[in-house]
């Protein structure tokens, strides 16, 4: 097992090298930093001057790989390769293009992000099996199908008419919380329970659906007959039996997502004014903050990768069928 | 008139002539044909394929461009072009496009949404509601019969649908009578009674009523703004029929472009084994590893930045947009490629061990051979199923990258921007609603015809649905 995860960590490192090189190619070879200075600065009548001056304030007038000036190792180190893309590697993201300390902003907008995630996770889950165990309960009959049809509506319904709509009609219409913005402490309480909400409703046509796939694929095993032949009533089959082996699809699902939780939700973040890792990535692409956009995407492949290795452990522990050679 | 080819046209009538080839092909195979009946026996399949079609035919008008010849000045022989593009479907739509008004109305408004100071003939103000320009301009002043008016388009719509739907249905009946060598009549009672093979019953009468919203807007459209006019007075209604042909190339492009890669690498990946299947697995989990949304906001503002720098290549604006859609298309295209790969690489991996295989193996046939002989055919419908279940999920993907600010052009129509700019609007007191009300509408048709229908094909061609 200790073996596993080593080697697993291993294989990762070329996958980062290979995120780090894409990303790289991206921001500094597709365009130079003279085309990000003129971007920056407006694109009329800049003189290469401010160009200059933008570049070196940044750290951008390295050279890009090779620095044939310096002396010995730092030929290799004073590059923009070196300081801006190699240092990912040991989380020092640096700062970003109008001078702020990335590292302490994400430590700052995590635990928003968290604040929203985790719960949304959590009540998303519980709603969506219980929907699934339901339509399960009731396969074939009227209410399974107008539940699938129902989840195929939800599903064809937007995210973001289901956050427009919600902030409509609960905040703007009933009052019944404020629109949006955060708070510190247990404050932020009535800030959290709109987005949650939202997020957990906009998910339930998916989530129910794909999950009562789940349960109708185990309720289809000889396990399950067995059970029935045996006498079991229909829903002890259902709880004690369907739903322990159904539950393995989904909760290694969900572990693959733990680690993204980080990140935050892109729009429920940014439109309730959340001040999280999610609005913080909207707001750097919205201000074209180059720097902040390649530690986010640095950043998630890291999480992705571990979320990855997370299930492959998870696998082992709630399925003890599962062995890791 | 100058017709304009973009890239984006190009590619969406290569994509249907595409299609249109390989249903004339797959009517004379019977293997192919019998999922595909299996598909349409289904009634909500059916009326979500019409439905699907209304939008394409919305789509492919709005696909032929063309850049109308300006008036000659006499100074020079040569003919100059007006910088604007336009397409069939704009000429089709003439006067809703045209007829601009000052700002927000509301839909079938005859009036202004915000008060205004207007001066009267005698000097003295007043704040009022101005009259619209155009909406209602066959009405009295007051606005006055709007209803009775507005009745008798929509009962006149109704009598052309249904005398339309007729039509269809003898005509339908005709046709089929004649291939089945049974009288028109005798047709026309099995469709009504359904027990045609297919659901036409289901077909014509989703066919009417769609006809029914088209003489609807046919009549109605000209007379009012039916949805409302925008912030600039443009009429919301033009908006959201110009967004269709944006979702449905978002939707079917991006597929179209990363499918070549997806089977290419992925069968190669499963079938070849080995380094080149390290290779592969390598490639689609470091491009998988990029959170989505970041790696498309990345290339997107790259994008921004050439095209800022290099104004010299785009002609005109829509061309500039074109660009930046077809763009958008293929990083969607790359990052949502890995999950077709490898599934086609789990398939290839199995097929390989089948027994077909190893006897084409055993005597000798090329390992090219094998692969576009044995086992495209036999993968050919994991693609189809993806490609119809990723096309809603990709038009929903379109609104939010908009929102994020690195989808379509902001100049170009599309539900995203119409969403984007509705937020603001409905912050408004009172609500500005038709602009949100009206993408909602319309994408949830799309995207809940394309749902149905991917169910439907995956039923019917999965080989693990098919046997429950």
Redesign the interface.
């Known amino acids: 097992m200790f073996a596993y995860i080593v080697r697993r960590l291993l294989y990762a490192i070329?996958?980062l090298i290979?995120?780090n090189l894409?990303?790289f190619y991206?921001?500094f070879v597709?365009?130079s930093p003279d085309?990000?200075a003129?971007?920056h600065l407006g694109?009329k009548r800049v003189t290469p001057e401010a160009i200059e001056k933008w570049k070196a304030s940044h750290g951008y007038d390295k050279p890009l790989l090779l620095n044939s000036e310096a002396d010995a190792l730092d030929k290799v180190t004073d590059t923009i390769f070196f300081e801006k893309s190699l240092k990912l590697f040991v989380f020092d993201f640096g700062y970003s293009d109008d001078g702020r300390d990335i590292s302490f902003d994400i430590g700052q907008r995590m635990m928003p992000s968290l604040a929203i995630a985790i719960p949304s996770l959590i009540i998303g889950l519980m709603v969506n099996i219980t929907f699934a165990l339901l339509m399960a309960f009731f396969r074939g009959t009227y209410i399974d199908v107008s539940g699938v049809i129902l989840c195929?509506?939800l599903?064809?319904?937007?995210?973001?008419?289901y956050i427009?709509g919600g902030?409509?009609l609960l905040a703007?219409s009933f009052r019944l919380m404020p629109i949006s913005g955060f708070d510190s402490g247990l404050d932020a309480l009535k800030f959290i329970v709109l987005p949650v909400v939202i997020g957990v409703v906009s998910g339930i046509g998916s989530g129910a659906r794909w999950y009562r796939t789940f349960f109708l694929e185990e309720a289809?095993k000889d396990y399950v007959r067995t059970a029935r032949a045996k006498g079991l009533s229909e829903s002890l089959v259902l709880f004690r039996h369907i739903l322990r082996n159904a539950l393995i699809p989904i909760v290694t699902g969900v572990v693959v997502l733990l680690p993204?939780l980080f990140?935050g939700s892109?729009?429920l973040e940014s439109f309730f004014a959340i001040p999280g890792l999610g609005s913080y990535?909207?707001d750097a692409?919205?201000n074209?903050d180059?720097a902040i956009?390649?530690v986010?995407?640095f950043l998630?492949?890291v999480l992705?990768?571990i979320g990855l290795i997370l299930v492959d452990i998870t696998y082992t522990i709630v399925d003890p069928r599962v062995r890791l050679t | 008139m100058m017709p304009v080819l973009l890239w984006t046209d190009a590619l969406i009538f290569m994509l249907t002539a595409v299609v249109i080839i390989f249903v004339i092909y797959a009517r004379s195979k019977p293997h192919l044909r019998t999922p595909w009946y299996r598909v349409f026996r289904g009634r909500i399949a059916a009326a979500s394929v019409v439905v699907l079609l209304a939008f394409i035919v919305v789509g492919l008008l709005d696909s032929l461009h063309f850049r109308l010849q300006l008036e000659d000045n006499g100074n020079s022989d040569a003919t100059h072009y007006s910088v604007a593009v336009l397409s069939v479907l704009d000429v089709m739509l003439g006067p809703v496009r045209t007829q601009v008004e000052k700002t927000y109305s509301a839909p079938f408004a005859t009036h202004l949404f915000a008060r205004e100071t207007i001066e009267r003939e005698d000097g003295t103000k007043l704040r009022a509601y101005p009259r619209l320009q155009y909406g209602g301009r066959h009405l009295p002043a007051s606005g006055e019969g709007k209803g009775r008016d507005i009745l008798q388009r929509s009962l006149l719509a109704l009598v052309e649908a249904l005398l339309a739907g007729t039509i269809i249905l003898y005509a339908t009946a005709a046709l089929l009578g004649r291939r089945s060598g049974r009288s028109s009549r005798r047709m026309r009672q099995l469709i009504i009674a359904r027990q045609t093979m297919l659901p036409w019953r289901t077909i014509i009468v989703t066919g009417t009523f769609i006809l029914l919203l088209v003489f609807l807007a046919v009549n109605l459209a000209s007379a009012f703004h039916v949805l409302g006019t925008d912030k600039v007075g443009q009429d919301v209604f033009y908006q959201t029929l110009k967004s269709i042909r944006t979702g449905l190339l978002i939707g079917t492009l991006t597929t179209l472009i990363m499918l070549p890669f997806a089977i290419f690498m992925g069968i190669v990946a499963g079938y070849a084994r080995g380094w080149t299947d390290d290779v592969v697995q390598y490639i689609y989990t470091t491009l998988n590893s990029i959170p989505g949304v970041l790696l498309i906001a990345a290339s997107i503002l790259m994008l921004q930045v050439y095209i800022a720098n290099h104004p010299e290549y785009f002609e005109t604006t829509v061309e500039r947009a074109d660009i930046r859609l077809l763009f958008l298309c293929i990083i969607l295209g790359i990052t949502s490629w890995t999950g077709l790969c490898r599934l086609l690489r789990g398939e290839a991996l199995k097929l390989r061990e089948a027994e077909y295989i190893q006897a084409a193996t055993s005597f000798g046939v090329a390992h090219g051979k094998i692969i576009t002989r044995h086992i495209l055919p036999n993968v050919m419908h994991v693609v189809l199923i993806t490609v119809v279940l990723d096309f809603s999920g990709l038009v929903l993907a379109e609104a939010v990258l908009s929102y994020v600010g690195v989808g379509v052009d902001p100049t170009m129509n599309s539900w995203g921007n119409m969403i984007n700019s509705a937020r603001l609007e409905m912050a408004r007191e009172p609500v500005v609603w038709w602009s949100l009300f009206s993408a909602f509408l319309f994408m949830f048709v799309l995207v809940l015809a394309a749902n149905l229908f991917s169910d439907a094909v995956r039923d019917a061609f999965d080989p693990r649905t098919r046997e429950r």
Do not use: E, H, W
């Open positions: 070329p996958i290979g995120v894409l990303t991206l921001f597709v365009n085309d990000m003129r971007m694109m195929v509506v599903m064809s319904i937007s995210a973001m008419f427009i902030q409509f703007k289809g993204l990140m892109l729009l990535t909207i692409i919205n074209q180059f956009v390649r986010m995407v998630g492949s992705y990768i």
